[in-house]
């Protein structure tokens, strides 16, 4: 019963001590900067093409319930 107890013991003390010694190795590494690439071209990332998608997706929308709501065939003989 006692190595159970010795046991329960040394893993609560590891489940503590991991953080601690995690992060005082990580200060040992050396410091490095993250430095973004040069692009030979610059793009347009404000979308330029959204209100053609919009009026291409509102007139989708609108066809869409012009089909649906066009159905006078009956069901039933």
Do not use: C, W, Y
Not at 34 to 56: D, F
Request: hydrophobic share 55%.
């Amino acid at each position: 019963m006692k190595f159970g107890k010795l046991a329960a013991g040394i893993a609560a003390v590891s489940l503590v001590a991991a953080p601690v010694a995690a992060q005082a190795t990580g200060s040992l590494a050396p410091a490095v900067e993250r430095v973004g690439a040069a692009s030979a071209s610059s793009e347009k990332l404000e979308g330029g093409n959204g209100i053609l998608i919009g009026v291409l997706a509102a007139a989708a929308v609108i066809a869409g319930i012009i089909i649906i709501a066009d159905d006078d065939d009956p069901t039933s003989p």
